[in-house]
């Protein structure tokens, strides 16, 4: 046997040993997502009926600010169930060009008194105001505005991840991403709303993005 036949065997071995990873690889990830926890069907736990609408972006002229830009949404919640609950909601934004961002982190107070004003709706209240009790039945429904700093116009996915709506919780073992080793994590039911974004939204004042989707996840 020839050296150009044992190299050619040889690279043949090399690019047989590549295929097989790449497929072990493929095999993990469909593994992982099959995997991937969903919330039950039927709710076995207390959930809040929410509605989250369409976001919007505003510009707003504060003292020691000067004009900026933030996103902004308004939401409805109301309790169907068989109690009073509190209600302490929390709502992310994330996106690919986006880091995940805590609303009202950032926003000046007169930011969000102005976007109140502007909307004009004497029930809708702030991230503060909102918190408490929540009584049973529509007519003791919500309506609250989340708030963000619009620091990337150019965004090319937005999505929203709201918490606090539902009880139920899934506990689940990760590798940590250092040491390998497996610690609990507890994921929470989330609202997550997706949202088209049209390109770049400077210039966009009060325009709405619709809502692409809009299900609930264990986060």
Do not use: C
């Not at 060009?97 to 976007?115: E, F, H, N, Y």
């Not at 991230?127 to 009584?135: K, R």
């Amino acid at each position: 046997m020839n050296v150009s036949m044992l190299s050619r065997i040889s690279r043949r071995a090399a690019v047989t040993r590549v295929m097989l990873l790449v497929v072990a690889l493929l095999g993990s990830v469909v593994a992982w997502v099959k995997a991937a926890p969903e919330p039950d069907p039927v709710p076995r736990r207390w959930q809040l009926d929410l509605e989250v609408g369409p976001l919007r972006i505003a510009t707003v002229d504060t003292p020691g600010v000067g004009p900026r830009s933030y996103f902004y949404l308004t939401y409805k919640v109301a309790n169907s169930s068989s109690e009073d609950l509190l209600l302490a909601p929390i709502f992310e934004m994330a996106g690919e060009d986006v880091p995940v961002m805590r609303a009202g982190r950032g926003v000046p107070a007169d930011v969000t008194r102005q976007l109140l004003e502007r909307l004009g709706n004497p029930f809708l209240q702030d991230q503060i105001s909102i918190l408490g009790m929540i009584l049973r039945g529509e007519e003791n429904a919500k309506e609250g505005l989340v708030v963000w700093p619009a620091d990337n116009l150019r965004a090319r996915d937005l999505s929203i991840y709201a918490m606090g709506f539902s009880g139920e919780t899934r506990p689940i073992e990760v590798a940590d991403a250092k040491s390998g080793q497996l610690r609990k994590v507890l994921l929470r039911k989330t609202m997550m709303v997706r949202y088209d974004v049209p390109g770049d939204l400077d210039g966009h004042d009060s325009s709405a993005l619709p809502v692409n989707e809009s299900r609930w996840i264990l986060r």
